[in-house]
């Protein structure tokens, strides 16, 4: 097992994983607007709403998530009433939550005020409150310095000798 971290300047990560992923949901009012459908929101106004926007901002927000295939648009009516869009979380959008839930840990424990957390999401089963959890796939909770960075089928090698390679 070799560290691919001990050898940085061999690589580049043009092609980084969560430099994508912020570019999707890297800033606060998607954040907020995930945290939201996690929590049930589905009507643009209540989105606008509780997370603080304007309609203009709700709704280049919740376009891009759509884009994205995190939320998709469906449709509903109430009596007497002209047809009108619900977002949901799709597939993808659903696979987010435990990065809403690690977020969220992290400002309880490091950003909460005084008073702590505003909510608690807890297990329905049992009532424990609910934690990301880094875990291998042979189900090993994995802590600090028990893990290394390895190769993946999308890295990108680049040649630090050759002119004009940024070296990562």
Not at 73 to 87: F, I, L, M, N, W
Request: aromatic share 8%.
């Amino acid at each position: 097992m070799k560290d691919l971290l001990k050898d940085r300047d061999a690589w580049s990560l043009a092609n980084c994983s969560i430099a994508r992923a912020l570019e999707i949901v890297g800033n606060r009012t998607a954040m907020l607007i995930m945290r939201e459908a996690f929590f049930g929101t589905r009507r643009f106004d209540d989105f606008a709403k509780r997370v603080g926007i304007g309609e203009p901002a709700a709704a280049a927000r919740l376009k891009e998530l759509t884009g994205a295939g995190l939320l998709e648009r469906v449709p509903y009516q109430d009596p007497g009433q002209r047809t009108r869009y619900a977002y949901q979380l799709t597939q993808k959008g659903r696979d987010f939550r435990a990065v809403i839930v690690a977020l969220r840990q992290w400002g309880d424990t490091w950003a909460a005020d005084e008073h702590g957390p505003p909510v608690v999401v807890r297990h329905e089963n049992c009532g424990a409150p609910v934690h990301a959890v880094l875990r291998c796939d042979n189900g090993h909770d994995v802590r600090p310095g028990e893990s290394f960075v390895d190769a993946g089928p999308g890295l990108i090698r680049v040649d630090p000798d050759s002119p004009g390679s940024s070296g990562g």
